[in-house]
T-cell receptor, first 116, second 112 residues
Framework: DTGVSQDPRHKITKRGQNVTFRCDPI?????LYWYRQTLGQGPEFLTY????????KSRLLSDRFSAERPKGSFSTLEIQRTEQGDSAMYLC??????????????FGQGTRLTVV | GQQLNQSPQSMFIQEGEDVSMNCTSS?????WLWYKQDPGEGPVLLIA?????ELTSNGRLTAQFGITRKDSFLNISASIPSDVGIYFC????????????FGDGTTLTVKP
């Protein structure tokens, strides 16, 4: 396993279109997170899953955003009716649950979304 | 909500110099993390801190968890060109929960 994999790496879409991103976590990890990062800022938490259960959602995750992790493995993040303000890097991370250094998250390389 | 103030925003140093950056929070955290992010990549964990007062090293990097649990600092000794990047602090209130709150980063430039 080479780490957290995200697809696509880059996406350019027209305003109003729907987009879907995929994240494949490190295979043994039961937790999966989505963050959004805009230029000049740190990542902002969007949501996380433990296995297939979505345990927490940020208020940043408007009703145009939906995330799924149907079998507790890969996850998808869909944005409907994209807006220019959605332009950002979308980062996925995964981890074991629990406490301690070996439960900290590993990040993927991100999907950079540009809405034109 | 929780906010992290990270400073300085950017640093320009000569190779071989030591670097110090810090992070303060309006809220108490029970875990402090330091990450490095290179262009086009995701953040990579450098150091994790779990106890107030804890001082932890990772090679030339040393980080401390402040006694008040509202701050942390990262030192890099004898900087080298590959230290260039953006350094983020992150805090987490719950030790066993996934969500971390990130600062806005310190951009480090190292001149050879």
């Amino acid at each position: 396993d080479t780490g957290v994999s995200q697809d696509p790496r880059h996406k350019i879409t027209k305003r109003g279109q729907n987009v879907t991103f995929r994240c494949d976590p490190i295979s043994e990890h039961n937790r999966l997170y989505w963050y959004r990062q805009t230029l000049g800022q740190g990542p902002e938490f969007l949501t996380y899953f433990q296995n297939e259960a979505q345990l927490e959602k940020s208020r940043l995750l408007s009703d145009r955003f939906s995330a799924e992790r149907p079998k507790g493995s890969f996850s998808t993040l869909e944005i409907q009716r994209t807006e220019q303000g959605d332009s950002a890097m979308y980062l996925c991370a995964s981890s074991f649950s629990g406490f301690g250094l070996n439960t900290e998250a590993f990040f993927g390389q991100g999907t950079r979304l540009t809405v034109v | 909500g929780q906010q992290l103030n990270q400073s300085p925003q950017s640093m320009f140093i000569q190779e071989g110099e030591d670097v110090s950056m810090n992070c303060t929070s309006s809220s108490i955290f029970n875990t402090w993390l330091w990450y490095k992010q290179d262009p086009g990549e995701g953040p990579v964990l450098l150091i994790a801190l779990y106890k107030a007062g804890e001082l932890t090293s990772n090679g030339r990097l040393t980080a401390q968890f402040g006694i008040t649990r509202k701050d942390s600092f990262l030192n890099i000794s004898a900087s080298i060109p590959s230290d260039v990047g953006i350094y983020f602090c992150a805090g987490r209130f719950n030790t066993n929960a996934g969500k971390s709150t990130f600062g806005d980063g310190t951009t480090l430039t190292v001149k050879p």
